[in-house]
């Protein structure tokens, strides 16, 4: 045993769920973990160390149920032998292959597969390793279009309030969250600007489903159109379904007066479906439950099952097509990462795709939503709640604040939810609630019971 696991092996012993805080042992030391308050985790680590269809298990085997697929990714739930295999497979038969001037065939299958589960037209696919990675290579896709088609002065890009577009020096200048961005303020993309963003509790709060007011908070494009002038303005990114900053639904019609107006003005629309991809809203995107086709789709997490990083930007064959132009050997986008297509993405993304498709995975969620939202309303009249909404098998609770404790309330419940044995996501005070596309209406039941007993 590592002297590592050795020491999480003893710490489970540890009644850190009576507050008890150890000194924080120097084994914990090396690892600088992302997006977590590193001091206070590793004085009362939470851990987890298996996990298999809805569930997690901690080192001490305690199960905790999973209400936000891993962090959105693991849509046919933990632990698919079909996937393991796949992967097994691909590492005995060809562990790597250069994809700069070279191909492999679950590349070319993985890609074709893509095309075909994305709207009309959105079937050229470029891979990645992750969301961010699909964010900025969307843009620097929409920037070069632009050029190539000799409206040059087209560098503007256009991003959302409470956006989140991933880490990348592109998705931060594009998204909208403060603390993404206040630390990198001098250091963003030139030339950006945001739309509002369309949370709107005031006319809005407890909706089932898409909201009824907003569609005309997409008009603010027109504005942004009217101060900076089209001919400087490359695209337009938005999440469907905004996830990071706590589920932002669409109002109903403010996506299809978006794509209008982009249309109107030569705009490119891009839709962020990180986490809304595969399956999450009822359909295998958004932009076909929402019945509107941007130009590029951003996707990852649920790409994979979440078992290998893999992040891909599909786009219409009409940019894709610009490119394809200039002398014989010339590289059309020079771009691309060393793991672009990396065998082992590929071969889980082909295994993971199968299993969506015979188990109906990218429908369900559709099926599901009905005993979904009676369960998320249910909460309504709790302590301290004052909006719950959902789509698909998305939801979020939202809480009112602790005065001058921002955040506070939230990760209380998110910490005795895993007391519990529950696993949520929360951010400021909103609950983020994303299970695995697998979920049956008991999990509902112990997902809503064990929430609406902590609050
Ligand atoms: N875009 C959206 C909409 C996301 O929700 C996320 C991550 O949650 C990202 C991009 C970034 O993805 P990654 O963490 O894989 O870089």
């Known amino acids: 045993m590592s002297r590592i696991s050795a020491f999480l092996a003893m710490s489970v012993n540890f009644p850190y769920h009576l507050g008890m805080t150890p000194e924080t042992d120097p084994q914990l030391d090396a690892l600088w973990m992302p997006f977590t308050a590193n001091r206070q985790f590793k004085q009362a680590p939470r851990l987890l160390a298996r996990a298999r269809g809805m569930e997690y298990f901690t080192p001490e085997g305690r199960r905790v149920l999973d209400g936000a697929a891993g962090l959105w990714c693991v849509n046919a739930g933990h632990g698919r032998a079909e996937i393991t295999a796949a992967v097994t497979r691909q590492l005995e038969t060809m562990d790597y292959a250069p994809p700069f001037q070279m191909g492999h065939g679950p590349g070319f299958e993985l890609a074709a597969e893509v095309a075909a589960l994305c709207p009309p037209g959105l079937n050229r696919v470029f891979f990645t390793n992750s969301g961010s990675e699909a964010v900025d290579t969307a843009l620097k896709i ?76 997409a008009d603010d494009l027109e504005r942004l159109v009217a101060l900076h002038d089209a001919s400087t303005i490359a695209a337009v990114i938005v ?33 962020d479906e990180v986490i809304t991809g595969f399956g999450r809203t009822g359909a295998p995107f958004a932009a076909q439950e929402f019945g509107v086709t941007p130009d590029l789709i951003t996707m990852a997490k649920g790409l994979t099952n979440g078992c290998v990083p893999m992040g891909a930007v599909a786009v219409k064959q009409s940019i894709h097509d610009a490119f394809m132009q200039g002398p014989p050997g010339a590289i059309e986008l020079f771009h691309g990462y060393t793991y672009s297509a990396h065998p082992l993405a590929c071969a889980a993304g082909l295994a993971t795709l199968d299993i969506y498709r015979r188990e109906g995975l990218l429908t369900r969620a559709k099926e599901l939503s009905g005993v979904w939202e009676d369960a998320v309303h249910s909460l309504r009249g709790r302590p301290h709640v004052i909006d719950a909404r959902n789509y698909g098998l998305i939801a979020s609770i939202e809480l009112e604040p602790i005065p001058g404790k921002p955040g506070a309330r939230a990760f209380e419940v998110f910490l005795e939810c895993f007391e519990r044995g529950l696993l949520i996501r929360t951010t400021g005070d909103i609950i983020a609630l994303s299970p695995p596309l697998i979920i049956e209406p008991a999990h509902i039941d112990e997902i809503f019971g064990t929430l609406a007993s902590v609050l």
């Open 239 to 271: 999440e469907p379904v905004a996830g990071s900053t706590g589920v932002l639904l669409p109002p109903k019609g403010y996506l299809e007066r978006l794509r209008a107006i982009c249309d109107r003005h030569g705009i490119l629309l891009i839709f």
């Open 142 to 217: 929409a920037l070069a279009y632009h050029r190539i088609k000799g409206d040059a002065s087209r560098t503007r890009l256009i991003g959302r309030e409470r956006a989140y577009h991933g880490v990348g020096f592109g998705g931060i200048s594009v998204g909208g969250i403060v603390a993404n961005r206040k630390v990198w303020a001098g250091s963003m993309l030139p030339g950006v600007d945001h739309l509002r963003h369309t949370h709107d509790l005031s006319r809005n709060a407890f909706s089932r489903g898409q909201p009824v007011h907003g569609a005309e908070l």
